[in-house]
């Protein structure tokens, strides 16, 4: 009887983490996307662990609905070989968020510097191709920004002339603006500095987020684990 309460109070328990560990797996693939969305918007193209971290979060996400039905089947079956599935899963996925948090901290300005790089590089293309001028424009006018380090960077674009820069480096974005521009009027941050502060603080949020989730995720081992040692003393009984 002692046996039989204490499974029914563990298996509640567990219960009440898997429905916690369905909307943590919600939670990271929306981290995930957020994080890849951004990640698209500040024109990072080439292949890095950075870039590799939403993807990874992603996939965690998904992966984390299949390991929640192994434990829903070992739990409700009271099955000893699934709950013991079901742990080993749990503890591997915890494994890799706390490694997809140490890299999204690690490589935090490894994102910034990738970013100037293809910032730069864009740069070269704006007066040879309107969606990327459309993106640097979007880019400069929400970030209150102009050029990679400063509004001198536009004068060794290609096709621009020295006493001009595009209109979205603008305080006041007008058509014309910014030819014959003023200091005064342009804006004198660079867009490194300005989006670099975005992606760092959105790269530490994924981390966060996903130490988070393992924290919680470390709870549904413990109960995992005494419902596999209730499941053991009830076969040890019969």
Do not use: H
């Not at 992603?58 to 984390?64: E, P, Q, S, W």
């Not at 910032?119 to 880019?139: H, P, S």
């Not at 002339?161 to 209109?167: E, G, L, M, Y």
């Amino acid at each position: 009887m002692a046996v039989e309460g204490g499974m029914r109070c563990v298996k509640f328990l567990l219960y009440v983490f898997l429905l916690a560990f369905c909307a943590c797996a919600i939670g990271l693939i929306a981290v995930g996307v957020a994080v890849q969305l951004v990640l698209n918007q500040t024109i990072i193209q080439e292949t890095t662990p950075v870039t590799l971290l939403p993807v990874v979060i992603i996939a965690v996400g998904v992966f984390l609905f299949l390991v929640a039905f192994v434990g829903c089947c070992g739990a409700c079956k009271e099955n000893y070989c699934l709950m013991v599935t079901f742990a080993i899963f749990l503890s591997l996925i915890v494994l890799v968020e706390v490694a997809v948090a140490i890299s999204g901290y690690v490589f935090k300005d490894k994102v910034v510097t990738e970013f100037e790089k293809d910032f730069r590089q864009e740069m070269k293309n704006y007066t040879k191709n309107n969606n990327t001028a459309a993106v640097l424009d979007e880019l400069q006018k929400r970030f209150n920004c102009c050029g990679a380090s400063n509004y001198t960077d536009w004068e060794n674009v290609p096709g621009m002339a020295k006493d001009r820069v595009p209109d979205s480096c603008c305080v006041n974005v007008t058509v014309g603006c910014g030819n014959d521009f003023k200091v005064d009027e342009i804006n004198p941050k660079g867009c490194v500095e300005s989006i670099g502060v975005f992606l760092r603080k959105n790269v530490l949020l994924a981390a966060a987020a996903a130490l988070g989730i393992a924290f919680v995720e470390v709870l549904g081992i413990v109960f995992a684990c005494c419902l596999v040692k209730s499941i053991r003393s009830g076969y040890e009984v019969m």
